[in-house]
């Protein structure tokens, strides 16, 4: 058996840390050829020495002058030139997406461009550029699969269905640690409180767009991306239990369901191994053991994040790169304790309201206005 040969972007954070895991445990049906990350060299060290990557790249320049002194027989590459080329290895058979933000988009789209299948877990380079990464996977006849559970549960509802056959999506989501507080509770929250999910392990980016619900509000415009299914047809309901990852009802009212443990080894799994199912050593869901399975309407006056998604959406062109980059400033900002929890939507209400939306943007436009909302968001 060939082996399916893998390259991770972003293999020191939470889901290139579990991609591993599950590469591990699926033993020698892949073979990890290349590695990228910002700077955490330690971990990337330790990941070389289990995994025998031909090719790393670290971001930091400096982190990668000190990994290229521990390591005389791998390339080591630097910079974001250098995670380009990992993005691109030849070889490759498939690449995990798992760059937090915007930084991934450039790598996957590059990705993308020579051909490569992609396992998507960095959400923002749809919310972006969706129209254009879509547009190139369709051009080059290339797969995007996706990791975020929510969206793998969706594939997996879709697969022997057809298109025009779907009514609307459904989107479960969990509600964050936050879905019972008051909206006088929620304007003193602290980081400490909000990175303390209950159902997810995740890292810190989108532990607080869970919190804020803007990570439902960024996986609204990814499914309309991936699926091709329009905006209004896609709802979000909150499911505290997040045992039902999503649903997808059809024209004659049919709901589909995909349900599971809330562990990302098995969106990550599905895809490494899809179209085929391998067996999985994780915990069994034990039907007779849930207590119960609730889903209510989402609260999108104290969530504001999620009606802002919605409307950057559906204003479409630059709007969600304006609102992705604005939240990625407002949720730095609140982790460094510089804002208040409630400030985030306001920003991200603030910088869209003062910003002129182009249609049909280029990738360069898509940049621009992603660089013009983070100066803009700086100065609210
Ligand atoms: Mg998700």
Wanted: aromatic share 4%; proline share 5%; hydrophobic share 45%.
């Amino acid at each position: 058996m060939t082996k399916k040969k893998i390259v991770i972007l972003g293999s020191t954070g939470s889901i290139g840390i579990n991609t591993l895991r599950v590469i591990e445990c699926l033993g020698d049906r892949f073979q990890v050829i290349g590695l990228a990350a910002r700077k955490n060299i330690n971990l990337l060290e330790r990941q070389i020495k289990k995994f025998h990557p031909k090719v790393v790249a670290l971001v930091d320049r400096k982190s990668a002058r000190e990994l290229r002194g521990r390591f005389k027989n791998i390339r080591v590459l630097s910079g974001r030139e250098g995670l380009i080329e990992v993005a691109t290895l030849a070889g490759a058979d498939l690449v995990i997406s798992a760059i937090v933000g915007a930084p991934g988009l450039i790598p996957t789209l590059e990705a993308v461009k020579a051909k490569k299948r992609v396992a998507l877990a960095n959400k923002e380079a749809l919310v972006m550029a969706g129209e254009i990464v879509m547009r190139e996977a369709h051009k080059k006849g290339v797969k995007i699969l996706p990791i975020d559970s929510e969206h793998s549960a969706i594939l997996q509802c879709l697969k022997a269905e057809k298109e025009k056959d779907v009514s609307r999506i459904i989107l479960t989501a969990s509600g964050g640690p936050f879905l019972k507080f008051s909206s006088s509770r929620l304007k003193s929250v602290t980081p400490q409180e909000a990175l303390r999910h209950p159902t997810w392990e995740m890292g810190k980016k989108v532990t607080i767009d869970s919190a804020t619900l803007m990570n439902k509000g960024l996986e609204v415009i990814e499914a309309h991306h991936l699926f091709g299914v329009d905006i209004d047809r896609i709802e979000v309901v909150i499911h505290p239990q997040a045992i039902v990852h999503s649903l997808v009802e059809f024209v004659d009212g049919t709901i589909l369901a995909h349900l599971g443990t809330p562990d990302m080894r098995l969106p990550i799994q599905y895809a490494l191994t899809y179209p085929e199912r391998l067996s999985a050593p994780l915990e069994r869901l034990d039907l007779t053991k849930i207590k119960g399975l609730t889903f209510q309407k989402p609260d999108t006056r104290k969530f504001p994040c999620l009606k802002l998604a919605y409307e950057a959406a559906r204003i479409g062109g630059t709007a969600p790169a304006v609102l992705n980059a604005t939240n990625e400033i407002a949720v730095s900002l609140f982790l460094k304790r510089k804002i208040k929890f409630m400030e985030i939507p306001r920003m991200i209400e603030k910088v869209l309201n003062r910003y002129k939306p182009i249609k049909n943007p280029t990738l360069s436009e898509i940049l621009k206005a992603d660089a013009w909302a983070r100066e803009e968001a700086l100065r609210c």
